[in-house]
């Protein structure tokens, strides 16, 4: 396995239950890729390389190569970018060679691994560079595959953008369907304090919400769904006692202007749930 540590991740075994599936292991006649077994030679070589058909932004490598390296631990495997460069189309990223049916099992689920982080990464960069401030962070969402998001957020991070809370447990976000219950922005966000949360964002969709919900405590100021003369408002009246986010309708046509509205953040969650896939290929040559 290569060297790549996430907090929380733990890459052997992604790398394990992704081959297993794609394998099989388990299922009646399962377990064995059967079209390399029953064509490629045990002993045949390949060397292999990685490419590019778009300009996008890298995200992946080691771990694609931690598939590579599963099924052939003396694969010889070179770097030819890294995770967070941006390459114009026809790049080369990664050139391999070894045992030719490891390289043909490993196949697929490495360039899954990389195609999706990478569309991830590249959107990323075109929402930081469509947002054009330098003051404002990018942050990403919970909107995540089950059991990829820190793998997501990573990608996200390759792409020049931040990362919201990880998940239920770093931060309290209070949103509507809490007010409902609590009764109140300022009895919800109160609630919170009294649990000895640290962090605590209060999502708020009208100025006359502000207050209340600084006075109870609220760290954080997410303001959803509001137009740039809105938010112009809403960080007035917050007056820098918290940092402010704007979130809900934002695209690579709105990022600009809500972003120059003096916010701290913007969060979109599309960069994450609907990025597309990059066009990365791989293609063999016999050893």
Not at 118 to 146: F, Q, W
Not at 163 to 180: E, P, S, T
């Given at each position: ?78 770097h030819l970018v890294h995770d967070g460069d941006e ?201």
């Open positions: 396995m290569t060297d790549f540590l996430l907090t929380g991740f733990d890459l052997e075994r992604f790398v394990r239950e992704t081959l297993a599936e794609d394998l099989g292991e388990g299922l009646p006649g399962g377990g064995h890729d059967v079209t390399s077994e029953s064509v490629i030679p045990a002993s045949a070589r390949f060397s292999g390389v990685m490419d590019s058909r778009d300009a996008i932004v890298v995200a992946g490598l080691p771990i694609a190569e931690a598939f590579f390296r599963a099924l052939d631990p003396d694969m010889e495997i070179e390459v114009p189309p026809g790049t080369d990223l990664m050139r391999l060679s070894g045992n030719a049916r490891a390289m043909l099992t490993a196949e697929r689920s490495a360039l899954n691994t990389v195609q999706h982080l990478s569309g991830i990464a590249t959107m990323v960069r075109e929402y930081v560079d469509a947002m054009d401030n330098p003051d404002c962070t990018l942050l990403d969402t919970r909107k995540t595959i089950p059991g990829l998001r820190t793998l997501e957020k990573y990608a996200v991070r390759m792409g020049g953008g931040s990362n919201h809370r990880m998940g239920l447990w770093d931060a309290a976000m209070i949103k509507d369907n809490h007010v409902l219950v609590a009764g109140s922005v300022g009895e919800a966000v109160r609630r919170a304090v009294e649990a000895g949360v640290k962090e605590i964002i209060c999502e708020v969709d009208r100025l006359d919400q502000i207050e209340p919900a600084l006075q109870a405590g609220a760290t954080r100021l997410l303001l959803d769904n509001m137009e740039p003369e809105t938010l112009r408002q809403a960080v007035c009246i917050v007056a820098g006692r918290v940092p402010t986010e704007a979130s809900g309708g934002i695209n690579l046509q709105t990022i600009n202007a809500k972003a120059a509205t003096g916010v701290d953040y913007v969060s979109v969650g599309r960069l994450t749930q609907s990025a597309p896939a990059a066009d990365i290929g791989l293609d063999f040559t016999p050893l």
